[in-house]
């Protein structure tokens, strides 16, 4: 009888105490009451709560391992401690496993399946629940929802999401899908004002400034990511300095001291690589997402690379498990830094073969162009994602000119051409005429820029190019017909003065001279010929007493010559004469400069050479009075002096010789 008062006293302990939330109390009675009967299921739940609430989740979980299964939410509890211990893969194989889920027990899966870095379902079942669910406060399931789908990239459904509600959490993740969206104003606008939401709401209960300026961290940080992204990289490195100094939570920490770091870039990279050492802990970890984690181990693997430490770069890059395109970067990177240019391959190609991009193609492309597989290169970039680029299509052909044969090059011009979009085309073959035509392709070269005249018949700048080309090419019927298609002078060749068109022409007369005299001013045979000129109207009217036209142009550039000459004569007797720093050659009484002022010091007859002090050697107090020694050393000095003055003197008067011989032949 008196057990069973005991036992009534025990229950109805632990009834008040669960209604009071005193989970000590509660703990206390629960194991009373499994004193006198272990198997108790309302004890044995009551006791799983009241450790869960109280942090003991191992407890907990060995309450519910010796635990019946009359026990009401036994696989919810020990999902939600297997989560609390960030066990999430057990915590997912127990929700799986059941044939069923609740409420509570979906909503536990989703922040699971979050947590995991399965965000496309939990996304669809955030999505689900708030369809079904009538009891969780609405607006905080729109947070996770958002939240969810911004996660997964859907940011255009998070923003609708947002917009539903109403609190200061639902405008800072439509902050963020703005960001991601990069519409950046708009995310600082957003962030601020949700910002200054959370500011009001925190003061209204009551908290102390700092512990405000706390909470509203990670909103700030959100709102320096927007601006470093914006291009505000000083305001942005200003928040973000701010707030690692008020030490805010690990997870904020870890944020920004990995955006301050590729702000920093290669600047202060040792006290980066420290920075994220010490944060990049097993706790720091859970506390994030994979993607973020991910994310911030190749930031620094990254700086390893820059810092030249590549053994530990590649440790680095061993832990990180996701295959991305920035991962699959960075270890093509490192192999070439070892100059294994296989490895890098195909590390780049398994990243294809998983997902295909544009850029991973780009990069491929330019590592077998470094390594001199060219035509590996243009394979590469012969992608069907690619080929109509008309950039692309102009590297292809860059790389054939540097490692490509002749026929390779002709191929890939008309194959690119025929690729790319109408009104690219023209721009491009006209590049490619003169790619082709420094080749020696002229044939080829005119049969593009005939093409681009047929396309265009306006187009007289393709026709004069098909008429110089096909001229080169030595097939000068074709040129001759194209040329008949080359449209009149504006201007009648009356007006146009030939001698003018000559001389204007002419580059330099010396050289003229030096052609007219080996040929005789015919033309020279082997020259290449040129497009033929429009026919003339009226031919120009010759001087009676014209030479023949060797023989006139060789007239002309003598007078040119000797003009030149004269000209130069005469400006060098124009030329004043320098004189020294403050000299005035109109005052009699100054004596006339030194004629040696041209010469370095040591060649100059005045030069006496550097003076040394007389220096008595010897222990202190030991040197002997007798100084006829030093008269004898003066003596030689002065004789040595002497001759190298009468030497200077000499080359200086030789020089000045030959420098009037130079005048002369001049």
């Given at each position: 009888m008196a057990g069973e008062e005991g036992t009534t006293a025990a229950l109805a302990a632990l009834r008040d105490a669960t209604l009071a939330d005193d989970h000590d109390a509660a703990l206390r009675a629960a194991n009373q009451v499994l004193?006198?009967?272990s198997s108790d299921p309302d004890a044995v739940e009551s006791k799983v709560v009241a450790l869960l609430h109280l942090g003991s989740y191992d407890d907990a979980l060995k309450v519910l391992s010796t635990a019946g299964d009359d026990v009401d939410g036994r696989n919810f509890y020990r999902a939600y401690a297997l989560y609390a211990l960030f066990r999430v893969d057990e915590c997912l194989a127990?929700?799986?496993e059941a044939e069923t889920l609740d409420i509570r027990e979906k909503h536990l899966y989703?922040?699971?399946?979050?947590?995991?870095?399965?965000?496309?379902?939990?996304?669809?079942?955030?999505t689900e629940l708030e369809a079904v669910d009538k009891d969780t406060n609405r607006d905080e399931l729109l947070t996770n929802v958002s939240a969810s789908l911004i996660a997964a990239g859907k940011n255009e459904e998070a923003i609708a999401k947002c917009d539903q509600g109403g609190t200061y959490?639902?405008?800072?993740?439509?902050?963020?899908?703005?960001?991601?969206?990069?519409?950046?104003?708009?995310?600082?606008?957003r962030l601020e004002s949700a910002r200054e939401s959370a500011r009001n709401a925190l003061d209204a209960e009551g908290l102390e400034h700092d512990e405000i300026e706390e909470e509203l961290d990670p909103i700030l940080a959100q709102i320096a990511y927007a601006k470093q992204c914006d291009g505000d990289e000083d305001e942005a490195r200003e928040l973000y300095s701010a707030i690692l100094k008020r030490s805010p939570e690990l997870a904020v920490q870890l944020v920004c001291g990995n955006n301050l770091m590729a702000l920093n870039r290669k600047k202060d990279m040792f006290d980066s690589l420290k920075k994220t050492k010490a944060l990049l802990t097993e706790t720091a970890r859970q506390k994030l997402l994979p993607q973020q984690w991910s994310d911030m181990a190749l930031n620094r693997a990254i700086l390893l690379f820059f810092m030249d430490r590549i053994d530990e770069c590649k440790e680095a890059m061993e832990d990180i498990k996701e295959q991305t395109?920035?991962?699959?970067?960075?270890?093509?990177?490192?192999?070439?830094?070892?100059n294994d240019v296989q490895s890098a391959v195909r590390a780049i190609e398994d990243q294809l073969a998983l997902s295909p991009s544009a850029s991973l193609t780009l990069a491929l492309a330019r590592v077998y162009y470094q390594s001199g597989a060219f035509s590996d290169a243009v394979k590469a970039l012969r992608t069907p994602d690619l080929r109509g680029i008309p950039a692309v299509a102009a590297a292809r052909v860059s790389i054939l000119v540097h490692g490509g044969s002749d026929e390779e090059l002709d191929t890939e011009v008309k194959e690119s051409l025929s690729n790319v979009p109408k009104e690219a085309a023209r721009p491009l073959a006209l590049a490619f005429a003169e790619v082709l035509s420094s080749r020696g392709l002229h044939s080829s070269a005119a049969h593009l820029c005939k093409h681009i005249w047929e396309e265009d018949s306006y187009d007289h700048e393709a026709l004069a190019l098909a008429v110089v080309e096909a001229a080169r090419a030595g097939d000068h019927e074709v040129a001759r017909t194209l040329s008949e298609s080359l449209p009149e002078l504006e201007t009648g060749s009356a007006s146009v003065d030939i001698q003018a068109l000559v001389r204007d022409a002419m580059p330099n007369a010396r050289q003229a001279r030096r052609r007219d005299t080996t040929t005789g001013g015919a033309p020279q045979q082997d020259a290449a010929p040129s497009a033929p000129a429009p026919a003339a109207t009226t031919e120009p009217?010759?001087?009676?007493?014209?030479?023949?036209?060797?023989?006139?142009t060789l007239a002309f550039s003598k007078d040119i010559l000797e003009r030149i000459r004269a000209r130069r004569r005469e400006k060098r007797l124009k030329r004043k004469k320098r004189y020294p720093k403050g000299f005035d050659p109109s005052d009699p009484n100054n004596?006339?400069?030194?004629?040696?002022r041209w010469l370095p010091k040591h060649e100059r007859s005045a030069f006496r050479g550097r003076r040394r002090k007389n220096q008595l050697r010897g222990a202190q107090g030991s040197q002997s009075t007798d100084t006829s020694y030093i008269e004898e050393q003066k003596a030689a000095m002065e004789a040595e002096a002497a001759n190298v003055a009468q030497s200077t003197r000499q080359s200086a008067q030789a020089r000045a010789i030959q420098a009037k011989k130079r005048k002369k032949r001049r």
């Open positions: 004193a006198v009967d127990v929700l799986e989703a922040q699971a399946l979050f947590r995991n870095g399965r965000l496309t379902e939990a996304a669809a079942l955030l959490e639902l405008n800072v993740n439509a902050g963020g899908a703005l960001a991601a969206l990069g519409r950046f104003p708009a995310a600082i606008q395109e920035s991962v699959a970067l960075v270890r093509a990177a490192i192999a070439l830094k070892m009217a010759a001087p009676a007493d014209s030479a023949p036209p060797g023989d006139e004596p006339p400069p030194d004629p040696e």
